[in-house]
């Protein structure tokens, strides 16, 4: 009896031991299944056409055209597999939302070569739900709809598309892969969600069925996946239940349905890294579904993973000491950086703007500064007018900026200067604002303002916060 009692116990963990050795290959391996072609967040829908094109010569894979979204672009959906369980996964629904679309022409190429995760399973993906937002690489679809509010009305094509598709294959288990703000932590931590999930609930009491409780037990499952990978830096939706969505009605209708949603990670802008721990995370779990691995898992796992709250910053500067009216002040302040798209040379720049001021003792950045005994200060505006852009190569910046100057002008900004290297604020001539002293003076911070200022220390210079790009003084760098 005592042997049979061992036997009967090691069986669950053999399984979990079994999907550890699975995710660690597939971390390891990547490279070699990393979709060449895709290397950045805002591709379009011509730029995995031709991918998706392929596959139709690959064995055992099939496409099936779904529809057209509003503007005429196609909507496809990529299976293989024959098995009894059915498991769709949708990306894109949101238009700027591509970091699983990136990890799932990964996993095809990983499906081409190892099909026997697939022994019980049939695979449908559709890799990008909203290829018109994608075009702009914004949220909606081209007439201003949020796709995941249109489960009910199913108003647009795309909605209807998604609706047909889960309810011809009545799939067993759903993905529904999004991206988050990178200014979401886990709850009460300074570390980015970099991967939240959710189990949504299909009624306002939150029940939990079979068909929640599976997905439950898969998110547990990634969650331990990830956190080998990225320690402390996964969050849990809450799980009010919002009746338009598609996430809360698919579970609603009978499909286990798992929420991804890929938020920040340091220093990975183009969302690289969270790319490979999608591919991971999510070929994980197919495993464990096809060999039902996740039957084991205790649902109670799934409410200790941290919930997800909004209290990171870009740059975080602590104890600030400011001077207005005549005293001093010590402040903290947040402050975040905005992508920009430069359509003029097909480049992207970075542009800070001051988010919160106050005491952010309960807040977390990226980028962490400790001011304490800085003085913050003004910067001036370069005396000389430049008249052209030529003579900017010319100018030591490290001395204009030890000399007070963040600021330079120009008699015109040429359309083509977009953005520049270099650690300066430009103005044109005809922006300066000549002020007189006749009225109490704004504070120097306002939020919403594209921060500008310097750091100093004894009369020394420690810092320059420039467009809310930091240079630091003593490794004369941005």
Same mark, same amino acid.
């Given at each position: 009896m005592k042997n049979i009692y061992y036997l009967f116990f090691i069986i669950p963990f053999f399984g979990l031991a079994q999907q550890k050795s699975i995710s660690e290959s597939l971390?390891?391996?990547?490279?070699?299944?990393?979709?060449?072609?895709?290397?950045?967040?805002?591709?379009?829908?011509?730029?995995?056409?031709? /991918?998706?094109?392929?596959?139709?010569?690959?064995?055992?894979?099939?496409?099936?055209a779904l529809g057209r979204s509003i503007q005429g672009r196609s909507i496809s959906m990529v299976s293989i597999g024959n098995g009894a369980t059915n498991v769709l996964l949708w990306s894109q629904m949101h238009g700027d939302e591509s970091t699983a679309t990136m990890a799932i022409f990964d996993i095809f190429n990983y499906l081409k070569k190892n099909k026997e995760i697939l022994n019980n399973l049939s695979l449908h993906f559709i890799p990008m739900l909203n290829p018109d937002g994608a075009e702009v690489f914004k949220r909606r679809n081209a007439i201003g709809i949020d796709i995941n509010r249109d489960a009910l009305r199913l108003q647009s094509p795309e909605s209807k598309i998604l609706k047909a598709a889960r309810d011809s294959l009545q799939a067993d288990f759903g993905f529904n892969?999004?991206?988050?703000?990178?200014?979401?932590?886990?709850?009460?931590?300074?570390?980015?969600?970099?991967?939240?999930? +959710?189990?949504?609930? $299909?009624? $306002?009491?939150?029940?939990?069925?079979?068909?929640?409780?599976?997905?439950?037990?898969?998110?547990?499952?990634?969650?331990?996946?990830?956190?080998?990978?990225?320690?402390?830096?996964?969050?849990?939706?809450?799980?009010?239940?919002?009746?338009?969505a598609f996430g809360d009605n698919i579970q609603k209708w009978g499909?286990?349905?798992?929420?991804?949603?890929?938020?920040?990670?340091?220093?990975?802008?183009?969302?690289?890294?969270?790319?490979?721990?999608?591919?991971?995370?999510?070929?994980?779990?197919?495993?464990?579904?096809?060999?039902?691995? $996740?039957?084991?898992?205790?649902?109670?796992?799934?409410?200790?993973?941290?919930?997800?709250?909004?209290?990171?910053?870009?740059?975080? /500067?602590?104890?600030?000491t400011i001077q207005y009216l005549g005293k001093n002040y010590t402040i903290d302040l947040g402050i975040n950086t905005t992508n920009i798209e430069?359509?003029?040379?097909?480049?992207?720049?970075?542009?800070?703007?001051?988010?919160?001021?106050?005491?952010?003792?309960?807040?977390?950045?990226?980028?962490?500064?400790?001011?304490?005994?800085?003085?913050?200060?003004?910067?001036?505006? $370069?005396?000389?007018? +430049?008249?052209?852009?030529?003579?900017?190569?010319?100018?030591?910046?490290?001395? +204009?900026?030890?000399?007070?100057?963040?600021?330079?002008?120009?008699?015109?900004?040429?359309?083509?200067?977009?953005?520049?290297?270099?650690?300066?604020?430009?103005?044109?001539?005809?922006?300066?604002v000549i002020t007189r002293d006749n009225t109490i003076p704004k504070s120097p911070l306002q939020l919403g303002s594209r921060p500008t200022f310097l750091l100093t220390k004894n009369e020394e210079l420690s810092y320059a916060i420039i467009n809310g790009i930091v240079y630091d003084f003593s490794k004369q760098e941005n």
């Open positions: 971390f390891t391996e990547y490279e070699n299944y990393k979709e060449s072609t895709i290397t950045h967040r805002k591709f379009k829908h011509s730029d995995i056409k031709p /991918l998706i094109d392929e596959l139709r010569s690959e064995n055992g894979f099939s496409i099936t892969l999004h991206d988050q703000s990178s200014y979401y932590n886990a709850k009460r931590t300074n570390k980015p969600a970099t991967i939240s999930f +959710l189990a949504p609930a $299909y009624n $306002y009491e939150k029940d939990i069925n079979k068909t929640r409780g599976n997905a439950m037990k898969i998110i547990v499952q990634m969650n331990d996946i990830i956190q080998k990978y990225a320690p402390g830096q996964v969050g849990r939706y809450t799980d009010e239940f919002e009746p338009r499909t286990s349905t798992i929420l991804i949603e890929s938020g920040g990670y340091k220093d990975d802008p183009e969302k690289q890294f969270i790319r490979k721990l999608n591919f991971v995370s999510i070929l994980g779990a197919i495993h464990s579904i096809s060999t039902n691995n $996740y039957e084991n898992i205790p649902i109670k796992k799934y409410s200790e993973i941290p919930k997800n709250d909004r209290k990171l910053f870009d740059l975080k /500067l602590t104890n600030v430069s359509k003029e040379n097909n480049s992207s720049y970075q542009i800070g703007f001051l988010r919160e001021i106050g005491d952010l003792s309960t807040y977390y950045g990226y980028k962490n500064i400790d001011a304490e005994n800085l003085i913050f200060k003004i910067g001036k505006t $370069y005396p000389k007018i +430049l008249s052209n852009v030529d003579e900017i190569e010319k100018l030591n910046f490290d001395n +204009l900026l030890r000399d007070g100057y963040t600021t330079l002008a120009l008699d015109s900004i040429p359309e083509d200067l977009i953005f520049t290297k270099y650690p300066i604020k430009f103005i044109a001539v005809k922006d300066i």
